[in-house]
């Protein structure tokens, strides 16, 4: 199974941008659907954006359409997700997650993913 790391989180001011990265090890990512979810305080886990394993797929929350993209990059085993025009209301923990999957299904409950990263930390100032 695939071990998967997050980076690139940080403080923001409202209206800025980040780009976050996850980069996987013990395994190569290309047969995987990778998603990003994320958690704010107090609330549950919400599915972000998940892009299948050939890449020209992508699913995205209506929170976020049109504001952020998600890219992988197989051969750098490494998944992406560019935020643009942050809200205070992105604030959370983002993480990684990974689902050994050929299909091009959209999966947005966390059950669906068996491998998670430990979270970065996203904090849009207002």
């Known amino acids: 199974q695939v071990q998967l790391v997050e980076s690139g989180g940080g403080l923001v001011q409202a209206g800025g941008s980040l780009r976050l990265s996850c980069a996987a090890s013990g395994g190569k990512i290309a047969s995987y659907i990778m998603g990003w979810f994320r958690q704010a305080p107090g609330k549950e886990r919400e599915f972000v954006a998940s892009i299948v394993w050939t890449g020209r797929t992508t699913y995205y929350a209506d929170s976020v359409k049109g504001r952020f993209t998600i890219s992988r990059d197989n051969a750098e085993n490494t998944v992406y997700l560019r935020m643009n025009s942050l809200k205070p209301e992105d604030t959370a923990v983002y993480y990684c997650?990974?689902?050994?999957?050929?299909?091009?299904?959209?999966?947005?409950?966390?059950?669906?993913?068996?491998?998670w990263g430990q979270g970065t930390q996203v904090t849009v100032s207002s």
């Open positions: 997650a990974a689902r050994p999957d050929y299909s091009g299904s959209r999966y947005q409950n966390e059950g669906d993913y068996g491998n």
